[in-house]
Structures are given as structure tokens and as C-alpha cells.
């Protein structure tokens, strides 16, 4: 692969995978009858539909009014879906490889092919997570009643100009399976060598990138931390796990991370199926080894918690597959109905 081109070219790569889009559309449609029209308007329609229903933001913490329920099916639905995530791992040729299995491989060279493919999906992928970054940071304090007053918002858009600064992803052999950052050289993060492979979708690496630049963001103000302390607290209700100091903090940047990569999803239709793409961004957590620390929850009990914290989400990687890939089309609702128009001709 050739790096020049690649680098800062997620637009141009959306933009084409958009005309791909409409071509097989058409394609699909021109022979099609009335019939098969409807039911597809249907789907759009039932789609734009429940996915408003997932997507509408859940409020709680102290300062609101009412506070979401978690029901004892809500629970059951995020059991399901961590089941779910973790067997399309497995299906799935791009799936991630368990942070378990990493940390069990010999070192890899900075050299090696697969690391250099990693490096270079993290560096092309960088300046669109770091954008999603930052618009998930400000929805999160939204939902979390964290942006209401002039000083919540100063600090809350600190953090993410300290986002918008990063601009290099190091590669390290002996990071192996881990990414980090140092708060004090805050425009770089660095990126084991063994992670850099394993992670084997755009999905999962936007994942990853979003949560060491959601560090960064906080930086050394810890000016995340209020957030933090929130979404540790709403999770630990539901989950019923300690998720107190730097677990929420890790918990909290894990957060922005699925999320930034279900926005990118979104921004990026393709064939692919929605709970395919979605669940890359947590496999690397499907673990057979599920230590936790004093830091950080077990892998696993971070999928949980997550679900736990955005139950559409849960939601969403359940959808059937054979639907998901034309669920996932839900970023080019408008432009896929006018496409439909187009090849059916007006009415
Ligand atoms: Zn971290």
C-alpha cells in the first residue's frame, strides 16, 4: 500500500464509498417493481424510525429530572450483545484480535508488514477521530449536564483544542498491546507494535485512537474528570462493578471511543453490516483471560458497562445482520430515498 495517497484521505474515502453506494442501488432497482420499492421505503422508514428511538439521548445524573431507567431487559439486552460482539469477532475476516491473545505473541518489529499496515490505517484515520473526538466529548457533557454554564463549556472546549493538537501515532515494539500517552508531550500517542497489528478494521482503530486522545483531552487539568466521575457512577449503577477514579476515567475514554467510531459509521455507509462494524470497535476486549486491575475493569466487564451506558447501542449490534447492511445506510438516509426517486422514476 502506498502511504502518500492514504494519508488524510478518509474524505476522499467516504466520498467514494458513497458513489459505490448509489451505483449498486441503482442497480438493484432499475429492474425492480413497485413491490420491491415499497418494502425498501418501508425499511427506511421503520429504520429513521427506531433509530431515532435508540439515538435519543438518555439524561440522568444529580442535576436531572428524570433519570433513565435500566430495566431488568435492558440487562438482558447487554448480555446479548456482548455475546453477540464476540461471536462476530470470530466471523469476521477484519475482526480484532483479543488484547488476551496480543499480550500472549512475541514482539514485533516496528518493520513488520502487518504493524506497518497498522501504523498507516492510524495515521489515516487520525484526523477524522480526532474531529469525532471532540463532537463526542461536547455531546457526552450535553448528556451529562456537564456543559450548562460558561465554565463548564471553557473547559470542556480546552480539552478538545488539547484533541485537535495531536498529530503523530508512534509506533513502539515494546508498548506490545498497548497504546498510551504522556500528558506532558501531548501531541503524540504512542502505539505498541502488536496492537498497532492486531487491530485489523478502520472501526476498531478510531476506537482505540479516540480513547488515548479522550487522555489527552483531559490532560494534565483533568479537566474530564467531572465527566468521568459521572458516566463511572451511572455505570457502576447499572453494572453493579467499582468504577471509581482512574477505572472511570478509563471507562469514560473507552466511551468516546465506541462512540466516536458509531459516528464514523455512520458518516461511512457501506455493504458491510452495521453490527459487524460496531462490534469491531469493542472485539479487542472479547478476552478469554478477563483480569481486571485496580484501574481498569476486566475487558469484558468494559463491553458490559458500555452497553450498560448506551443501550441503542446494545440495540444496535443485535440488529439482524441481512438488515444491518441496509441499516447502515442510515447516514445516507435522504440521499438513498432520492436515488430510489431516480431509478423508479416520479410517480
Ligand atoms: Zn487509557
Same mark, same amino acid.
Request: glycine share 4%; charged share 25%; aromatic share 6%.
Given at each position: 500500500m502506498k502511504r502518500g495517497p492514504m494519508k488524510g484521505s478518509s474524505q476522499d474515502n467516504a466520498g467514494r464509498r458513497h458513489s459505490t453506494l448509489a451505483s449498486k442501488v441503482r442497480f438493484i432497482l432499475r429492474p425492480s417493481s413497485f413491490i420491491l420499492f415499497m418494502a425498501l +421505503?418501508?425499511? &427506511? &422508514?421503520?429504520?429513521?424510525?427506531?433509530?431515532?428511538?435508540?439515538? $435519543? %439521548? $438518555?439524561?440522568?445524573? /444529580?442535576?436531572?429530572?428524570? @433519570? *433513565?431507567?435500566?430495566? *431488568?431487559?435492558?440487562?438482558? #439486552?447487554?448480555?446479548?450483545? !456482548?455475546?453477540?460482539?464476540? /461471536?462476530?469477532?470470530?466471523?469476521?475476516?477484519?475482526?480484532?484480535?483479543?488484547?488476551?491473545?496480543?499480550?500472549?505473541? %512475541?514482539? #514485533?518489529?516496528?518493520?513488520?508488514?502487518?504493524?506497518?499496515?497498522?501504523?498507516?490505517?492510524?495515521? $489515516?484515520? +487520525?484526523?477524522?477521530?480526532?474531529? #469525532? &473526538?471532540?463532537?463526542?466529548?461536547?455531546?457526552?457533557?450535553?448528556?451529562?449536564? #456537564?456543559?450548562?454554564?460558561?465554565?463548564?463549556?471553557? $473547559? !470542556?472546549? @480546552?480539552a478538545t483544542a488539547r484533541v485537535e493538537a495531536v498529530r503523530r501515532v508512534r509506533p513502539d515494539v515494546d508498548s506490545r498491546d498497548n497504546a498510551s500517552v504522556l500528558l506532558r508531550e501531548p501531541r503524540t500517542i504512542e502505539f505498541g507494535t502488536i496492537f498497532l497489528a492486531g487491530l485489523r478494521s478502520d472501526e476498531a482503530m478510531i476506537s482505540v485512537l479516540a480513547h488515548e486522545l479522550t487522555h489527552i483531552a483531559s490532560g494534565q487539568a483533568d479537566a474530564l474528570r467531572p465527566l468521568f466521575r459521572a458516566i463511572g457512577r451511572r455505570a457502576a449503577n447499572r453494572t453493579g462493578s467499582r468504577i471509581q477514579g482512574q477505572r472511570a476515567e478509563e471507562l469514560g475514554c473507552d466511551l468516546v471511543g465506541v462512540l466516536s467510531a458509531r459516528q464514523f459509521i455512520r458518516e461511512t455507509p457501506s455493504w458491510e453490516p452495521l453490527p459487524r462494524r460496531l462490534a469491531r470497535a469493542l472485539e479487542h476486549n472479547c478476552v478469554d483471560d478477563d483480569a481486571s486491575d485496580e484501574d481498569h475493569l476486566s475487558p469484558r466487564n468494559t463491553i458490559r458497562a458500555l452497553y450498560a451506558l448506551d443501550v441503542g447501542l446494545a440495540g444496535e449490534v443485535l440488529t439482524d445482520s441481512n438488515l444491518g447492511s441496509l441499516l447502515n445506510l442510515r447516514g445516507a438516509d435522504t440521499h438513498w430515498l432520492g436515488v430510489l426517486t431516480v431509478a423508479i422514476g416520479p410517480s
Open positions: +421505503l418501508a425499511f &427506511v &422508514v421503520q429504520f429513521t424510525r427506531s433509530s431515532g428511538a435508540q439515538t $435519543r %439521548p $438518555r439524561r440522568s445524573g /444529580a442535576h436531572s429530572v428524570s @433519570a *433513565p431507567v435500566f430495566t *431488568p431487559a435492558d440487562r438482558r #439486552l447487554v448480555e446479548r450483545a !456482548i455475546d453477540e460482539t464476540c /461471536a462476530e469477532r470470530i466471523r469476521d475476516p477484519f475482526g480484532s484480535m483479543p488484547i488476551d491473545e496480543m499480550q500472549a505473541r %512475541p514482539s #514485533l518489529p516496528v518493520a513488520h508488514p502487518d504493524a506497518q499496515a497498522g501504523l498507516r490505517r492510524a495515521e $489515516r484515520v +487520525l484526523p477524522t477521530t480526532r474531529r #469525532l &473526538v471532540a463532537a463526542t466529548i461536547v455531546q457526552l457533557a450535553k448528556e451529562y449536564d #456537564l456543559y450548562d454554564t460558561a465554565v463548564a463549556r471553557a $473547559r !470542556i472546549n @480546552a
